[in-house]
């Protein structure tokens, strides 16, 4: 038990030390002090939560650094239109189709790892089966954690629950609290969304609250 605790003051301690970047993002940066370079930052809630808004939200501030990103997107749901809309630079972002197979998502994201290419990657396994999911070794994502150390990349992961447990250097639970909407009764439009920002690591005793533009899952 002291062995434990003695580690997990060791993490917490480097975790503090870490460099990190700002995404342009206020309520993420006031809760996390941005994403932290070298680490895995995981993404979780349910299918209209309002995750892959705010992963777009910091790809596009990424890219306006002129960051070079890549997104594995397993079931291709990327909707470049939105992703433009949202502010990404789409000059600057390398589109990985996988074909609804995340175990081909999992290879390409170990692929661009080992390049070190990318100022960030981001892993879309948000629609992956179930069952895929709980099959999948927890080596991969240490393999993932261990590939990324002492580079300057970010791996962001977004998934309906959590997965990656201590393979994380960061993780964010995304609900949402109110949607928006716009126009007559029968033909309203949804103009955006109040999600609810919850750090389950580190752990925070504080939320944040944000306002979404879009309605990406």
Known sequence: MIAKGVAKLREFAELRQAERVLTGVAPFDRLNGGLIRGGICELTGAEGSGKRGLVFSMIANLTRSNN????????????????????????KILWVKCGGDPKKAVLSTDYLIQSGLFGAI????????????????????????????????????????????????????????????????????????????????????????????????
């Open 122 to 217: 981001w892993l879309d396994l948000s629609l992956a089966e179930k069952d895929f999911l709980d099959r999948m070794p927890s080596s991969y994502w240490f393999r993932f954690k261990v590939g990324l150390k002492d580079t300057p990349a970010v791996l962001l992961v977004t998934l309906e629950e959590t997965r990656l447990r201590s393979a994380s250097h960061q993780s964010v639970r995304v609900e949402k609290e109110a949607s928006e909407w716009t126009g007559e009764s029968g033909f309203k439009v949804m103009r955006g969304s109040s999600v609810k920002l919850e750090m389950r690591k580190p752990i925070s005793m504080t939320n944040e609250q944000m306002s979404l533009t879009n309605e990406e899952g």
């Open 68 to 91: 070079i990103c890549a997104v594995v997107d397993a079931s291709d749901s990327f909707d470049p239109p939105s992703a433009e809309k949202s502010g990404v630079k789409l000059d």
